[in-house]
Nanobody, 120 residues
């Protein structure tokens, strides 16, 4: 069973930066897509950024130009660099990985989440 462990969250002032990390217990080569989601209090979980095995990326409109998703295959880790943070970015951020296995279909893995709070 694959485990994903997020780190890097914390309290930051508006305009500041944070880098979130998601370390996988297994090789990230096996994943079709790795993504970051977030959930603010009272709101639904939303997709923030995704990175396909092909290298293509996708971002929700509110973070385009500010957030960057990347991967380090040697470390089996995916990152989310967050710049020019805003109070509305405050949420619990979750790492997600998806893999498709021909015999069993899709597997979906989640981390435990890391809190990001943007406040002065």
């Amino acid at each position: 069973q694959v485990q994903l462990v997020e780190s890097g969250g914390g309290l930051v002032q508006p305009g500041g930066s944070l880098r979130l990390s998601c370390a996988s217990s297994g090789s990230i080569f096996s994943f079709d897509t790795m993504s970051w989601y977030r959930q603010a209090p009272g709101k639904q979980r939303e997709l923030v950024a995704s990175l396909a095995g092909t290298g293509s990326t996708n971002y929700t409109d509110s973070v385009k130009g500010r957030f960057t998703i990347s991967r380090d295959n040697a470390k089996n880790t995916v990152y989310l660099q967050m710049n020019r943070l805003k109070p509305e970015d405050t949420a619990v951020y979750y790492c997600n990985a998806e893999e498709f296995i021909v015999t069993t279909g899709w597997n979906d893995y989640w981390g435990q989440g890391t809190q990001v709070t943007v406040s002065s």
